[in-house]
C-alpha cells in the first residue's frame, strides 16, 4: 500500500503522522512524507517586494530548516518492519505542489490534518485539505483527532459508497472497529418546493407514501451492508435517519462519539437524494472527527 503524508508540523499533522504510524495496513507499506513551502516573496502572503521584510533571507531559511526537521522527525514515527519511508520538501504552493504529487506518485491513500501552520503560517490549512480533496483520485483521510476508533459509514448505494465498503472490507485498522452504518432518506417536503399552499393536503399524501417508499429502499439497503460486513467478521450497527443527509451524518458521528466518517464523495440524486460530493464537503467542514472521503474508483 501507497500512502502519502502531507505534514507541516502542526498539532493535527502530528496527529495524522501518529496516526498512520500507529495504524496496521496492508503489506507492504510504501510511506511518502511531503511538506511545501512557498519560494522567496511568496512565502510571506504577497508578491509585491516592498512588503518583503528586510530579513527575508533568513525567514526563508529557518522557515525551510523547520520544515526538514518536521519531515526528518515523522520519518523517525513511521519506520518500522515491513514499511519504507522516504520524505521530500516541495518548493511552490502547498496545494497546487501537494496536489502535483499525488498525480505523479498515485498513492491508495492521501493523509493530511484538518488545520496547519509553520514559522510563517503558509502551509497546509483547512482549504488546502479541501483543496486536496477535491483533485486527489485516490482516498483521503483528513484527521483532526486521535487514532480510529468507531466508525460512521455513510451507505447511499453510490458506486463511491461501494468503493468505501471495500476499504472497511480490506483495511486492517478497521478490523477491530465498530462500524455505524447510518443511511439518510432526504426527500422534499412540500413546502421546500415552491407548491401553492392549496395543494398541500394531496401533496402531503404523495409526500407521506415517498417517504414510506425510501425508507423501505434505504432500509434494504443498509441491512444489506450490514451484512456483507458482519460476514468478514466486523462489529457493526445500523442506522436509517431522515432529513439533511450532512447534519444527520454529523448528528450521528457525535452521538457515537465516532473517531472517522468515512463517505463517499459522489451519490445518488433524485427522489431519494443521499450523499453528494457536496455533502462530503459539508461533513468534511461540520465533523468533529476524522473523515475519510472515497472517490468512486470510475471517476
Known amino acids: ?54 530579513d527575508a533571507a533568513d525567514m526563508e531559511d529557518e522557515a ?54 509553520n514559522p510563517v503560517e503558509t502551509t497546509l490549512l483547512g482549504s488546502t485539505s479541501s483543496a486536496i480533496v477535491d483533485h486527489a483520485r485516490c482516498p483521503v483521510l483528513v484527521v483532526r483527532h486521535g487514532p480510529v476508533g468507531t466508525v460512521v459509514f455513510a451507505e447511499d448505494g453510490s458506486p463511491a459508497a461501494r468503493d468505501a465498503e471495500s476499504l472497511l472490507l480490506t483495511w486492517p485498522l478497521f478490523r477491530t472497529e465498530l462500524v455505524d452504518v447510518v443511511t439518510v432518506v432526504d426527500v422534499a417536503a412540500p413546502w421546500r418546493t415552491g407548491i401553492a399552499p392549496t395543494m398541500f393536503g394531496n401533496a402531503m399524501d404523495v409526500y407521506a407514501d415517498m417517504i414510506t417508499s425510501a425508507q423501505e429502499v434505504h432500509e434494504e439497503l443498509a441491512t ?12 457493526v450497527e445500523m442506522q436509517l435517519r431522515e432529513g439533511d443527509p450532512a447534519g444527520e451524518l454529523v448528528a450521528a458521528a457525535r452521538e457515537d462519539d465516532a473517531a472517522i466518517i468515512v463517505v463517499g464523495s459522489r451519490g445518488h440524486t433524485g427522489l431519494t437524494r443521499a450523499v453528494l460530493g457536496g455533502v462530503a464537503h459539508s461533513v468534511l467542514t461540520h465533523a468533529p472527527c476524522s473523515v475519510l472521503v472515497v472517490r468512486h474508483s470510475a471517476t
Not at 520519518?75 to 499525488?102: H, N, Q, S
Not at 444489506?224 to 467478521?233: F, I, S
Open 1 to 54: 500500500m501507497r500512502i502519502l503524508l502531507a505534514t507541516d508540523g502542526s498539532a493535527t499533522a502530528d496527529r495524522a503522522r501518529d496516526l498512520v504510524a500507529a495504524a496496521e495496513w496492508p503489506q507492504p507499506v510504501a510511506i511518502r512524507v511531503i511538506g511545501a513551502i512557498e519560494h522567496g516573496p511568496a512565502l510571506f502572503g504577497s508578491p509585491w517586494i516592498p512588503a518583503v521584510p528586510p
Open 64 to 117: 525551510v530548516d523547520y520544515l526538514r526537521k518536521v519531515l526528518a522527525r515523522a520519518a523517525a514515527a513511521l519506520a518500522g518492519p515491513g514499511r519504507t519511508v522516504d520524505v521530500d520538501l516541495l518548493r511552490g504552493a502547498p496545494v497546487v505542489a501537494v496536489v502535483d504529487e499525488i498525480h505523479e506518485w498515485k498513492p491508495d491513500l492521501v493523509v493530511v490534518g484538518s488545520r496547519g501552520h
Open 224 to 235: 444489506a451492508t450490514v451484512a456483507r460486513l458482519r460476514a468478514a467478521g466486523l462489529q
